[in-house]
């Protein structure tokens, strides 16, 4: 489904990572390259070489979530991109009520990889109620929502986010997503499934965590209190691929090339995109293999565009990904880096939902000095 005719524009971004504690410096990290995976002491793998076993290689945020696991571990991640956000100059304190009132809040929770990790976990909703709580902020029961889409978060969130925008009293909305591959139940499902990458199974991915957000407000809002728009929503679409990874089916992008061709619809019905493409590839084989096989049905749309794998430098963040993506076309969309001042943010999940998320630059584009940044 694509997104409804609501103008909307994103004015806030906030997150945590593990190249860094707020999302600029984040951004700016990823940008250029830079990744600090470091061993994961709880969980063991085998050196056949060594016939020895050896700690994990992944990317846990060093120093700040240690000690937490599931819900707790979530709701760190989450209110540590909250904050960051309420650190911009633009966007209020708690004890604007007027503003927090009209301000919604959807949470993009992780979708369960095992029976014990859905028991651990509460409802959406609850986990959007302990975050209000513990951000402090005055939102009203009414503007508390949920999405549990995997990877696909972030798109769903949007699109479920227009919606209501265009038919309730809300001028905007908090979006957060959430997640950690680093809880030991987490990483033994990852283990049992052989998706973790190691030396003796390089196609695998490594394990990340991450908390990101962004406010999504409606154009008229945004001018009415002159705040900074960082990009437009100019396109969202999401689907379903039926040959997905748990299905056990070939998969062969027809979901994904769909979802894109709906998310540029709007802005590409005769021109092809040539901007950046954020990929949630993560070295395993199924997301390769379907980016692939969307790339080939895309030939007469997607010019071509710069790729960026975000992956690469903060591991698989799960249902946290797409929101990363975000924050990263945020971050080259104002500072002139994204190609042609659009940058598109793909998403698949495990369960076969796929999404896509095209946003544009909202003002001139300065001249790029590099690529990178």
């Known amino acids: 489904m694509a997104m409804n005719s609501t103008r909307t524009v994103i004015t806030g971004m906030g997150a945590v990572t593990s190249v860094g504690p707020s999302a600029s410096p984040a951004c700016a990290a990823i940008l250029a390259g830079i990744s600090r995976p470091r061993q994961v ?14 700690p994990l290689v ?13 819900e707790g571990r979530w709701l760190r991640l989450a209110l540590g991109c909250v904050l960051d956000l309420l650190e911009h100059p633009e966007v209020p304190t708690s004890s604007d009520r007027e503003f927090w009132e009209r301000t919604g809040l959807l949470v993009a929770t992780p979708c369960p990889l095992g029976e014990q990790r859905a028991l651990e976990f509460p409802s959406g909703l609850e ?21 549990s889409f995997g990877h696909t978060g972030a798109a769903a969130a949007i699109q479920r986010g227009l919606e209501l925008l265009a038919s309730s009293r809300l001028e905007r909305l908090l979006i957060v997503a959430a997640d950690s591959y680093l809880d030991l139940d987490v990483l033994e499902e990852l283990a049992d499934g052989r998706r973790l990458k190691t030396d003796e199974a390089p196609l695998g991915l490594m394990p990340g965590e991450a908390g990101a957000c962004f406010l999504l407000e409606l154009e008229a809002s945004a001018r009415r209190r002159k705040a900074t728009a960082l990009a ?25 090339a769909h979802c894109v061709r709906e ?12 901007g950046t493409c954020f990929l949630d590839l993560n070295g395993e084989h199924w997301r390769a293999n379907e980016w692939g096989c969307a790339r080939v049905r895309l030939t007469d749309l997607l010019g071509e565009p710069e790729l960026r794998y975000p992956c690469t430098y903060v591991g698989d963040t799960g ?21 042609r001042g ?26 790029p000095i590099s690529s990178k940044g």
């Open 127 to 147: 986990l959007a109620r302990k975050l209000r709580s513990a951000a402090r902020l005055p939102l009203d029961e009414r503007g508390l929502g949920t999405v």
């Open 58 to 70: 992944g990317h846990p945020i060093q120093g700040y979530t240690e000690g937490f696991v599931g």
């Open 342 to 367: 659009e940058a598109l943010v793909l998403s698949s999940s495990e369960q076969g939902e796929v999404g896509s998320i095209l946003l544009g630059a909202s003002t001139p584009m300065r001249t």
């Open 319 to 339: 249902a946290a990904s797409g929101a990363v993506g975000v924050c990263l076309a945020l971050h080259a969309l104002t500072r002139g880096f994204a190609a």
């Open 41 to 54: 002491t709880w969980f063991k793998v085998l050196d056949e070489e060594a016939h020895a076993l050896v």
């Open 263 to 274: 998310a540029l619809a709007p802005t590409h019905a005769s021109s092809r995109f040539e």
């Open 232 to 256: 437009t929503v100019s396109g969202v679409a999401t689907g379903r691929e039926a040959n997905h990874r748990q299905a056990r089916g070939q998969n062969t992008g027809t979901g994904l």
